[in-house]
Each structure stands twice: as structure tokens, then as C-alpha cells.
């Protein structure tokens, strides 16, 4: 097999016209030169160069090594150019799958990311936590959102997860409602309520729909969507009631809603950056993990 190194030293030979100027050049001894000449020759076995006592010429095939080895040098050169820049973060994207409700929490993030790495190209694709776990498993994605939940806790064994915010669920109902002024709530007391659920590849579905269960009934839905905005407009119109992280429920008006800490049980809302475990991270990426970690 033809080693980089000895056609560096060939083709360093050949514009020299003399093994000592090229050894010099290369900071090596004459013999050493010689030697990887000599390797080259045997890795190809032919005569690269017809050697006259101190004086060689090059042979037809030692003509064709020359042109080629110049180019597989300068396309060698490129590759080490493109890869230092990549590890230094000058070019490169980030595949990242996002959960449409953590687009406040990691736009400042992003943010910080691209003043860092302003020539690396932010890849971001929409969707919820199944989907994007389906194409974190596939290689679509690099990393992802994802909810942490007792059904989901296998899934750890295959993805790896750094915690980006934890967050109890709270009922979210119209200002008018029974529970208004309330501190807790048990999720028994929602039974007879209609409830409006969330987009169908929302991991949330599946933490209420068996919350529910556990509490004893099957929740009523009346509606469904994967915007949480839209949501909380369709409780504040009296369609139904939902459930939702308090760090959403505290960026509405208190005066429109109520808004009240689920108990018995208490539910958290943990959002994730996950990744395949023992799956290769671009240095793009491993440069996000740092700074998700160092802010959160």
C-alpha cells in the first residue's frame, strides 16, 4: 500500500533533482529519504527513478507517480485544512431536533452559540418528542429534545440526556373556573372535566393519559394541538381544561386563567438534550453540549 509520507518524499526528490536537497528540506537524513523512496518503489513494484551514480531520471511510471502524487498531496493538504477548521469551528451545522415549547428556553442558548461559532450553521428541526426520538435512532438528528418520564426510563439505556429544565405540570383552566383561588389540585378532581390534549407525536399525551388512568378515569378530550399558545386560547374560551409546564403558564396573563399546581399525583415536565449513547458527536455538537451544560 502506497504510504502518504513516502510519496511526500518522491515527489520532494524529484522537484529538488537531488536526495540530500530534499532530505534538508524535509528535515530528515539523505538516508532516510532514500529508504522511503525505496518503500515506494516496492509498495508499487516499479522503478520510479533510474538512478545513473548521484544522478536519477524518471521512469514513465515514475512520470505518472509524480502527477498523480502531486495532486493526492494537495487534496491530503486540503482534507487537514477542512478538519482544522471543523475542530476549530469554522464551518460545519448542527443537526438539532427541537420541541416547538422549547423554543423560548433555547433561543438565548442558540444565541450564545452562534456569537461563539458564527460560521457553524444551526440545522433545526421541528417536531415532538417521538419524532425526534425516531430520528435521533435513524441519525437524522445529532441531538434532540426529548421528555425524561417514568413510562420512557429504557430509553436511557440507548439514549444519553443532559437536563435542560424541570418544571411541575399545573392545571390550567379558565379565570372563571371552580378551582380559581386554589393552591393544589388533585388530578381525581378533573375527571368530569373535557380536556384538550396535545399534538399526536407529544410525548405529554402519553404522562397525562396514564397520570389519569392511575387517578382512576380516562380523560374526555375535546381538542387537541401541538401549539401551546393555541391551547391556552381555546381554555381561556371555555373548551376544555389542560395541563401544562408552569413555566408556560407563568408567561400568561394571571388575569385571564387560573392556574394551579397539580397534586396527587405531582407531575414534572423534564425536557432533555439527548443523543445516541456511544454515538459520534460532531465537534459542532460537542461544542452545544458544552455550553447547554455551562448555562443550565
Known sequence: MMDIRSLRYFVAVVEQQSFSRAAELLHVTQPTVSKMVQQLEQSLN????ERVGKRFTLTDAGGV????????LAMHEEMG?????LQQLRRGDLRLGVTQHAHALLAPLLAAYHRRH???ELKLFEGGSQSIERDL????LEMGTMLDYPANAGIWQEFEGSQLVSSPLCLLAPADSAWHGRRRVALRELADSAFIFYGESFALNDIVEDACRGA???????????QWEFVASLVRLGVGITLLPKVFCDTLP?????????????LDWKLM??????????FAARAWLDLVRSKT
Open 46 to 49: 516499479l522503478v520510479l527513478l
Open 65 to 72: 507517480v509524480l502527477q498523480r502524487g502531486r495532486a493526492l
Open 254 to 266: 394571571r388575569a385571564q386563567f387560573t392556574v394551579v399546581r397539580l397534586e396527587e399525583p405531582a
Open 81 to 85: 485544512v477542512e478538519l482544522a477548521d
Open 118 to 120: 458564527p460560521d457553524i
Open 273 to 282: 438534550l439527548a443523543w445516541r449513547r456511544g454515538g459520534h458527536l460532531s
Open 137 to 140: 435512532r435513524n441519525g437524522t
Open 216 to 226: 382512576g378515569f380516562k380523560p374526555r378530550i375535546s381538542g387537541r394541538s401541538g
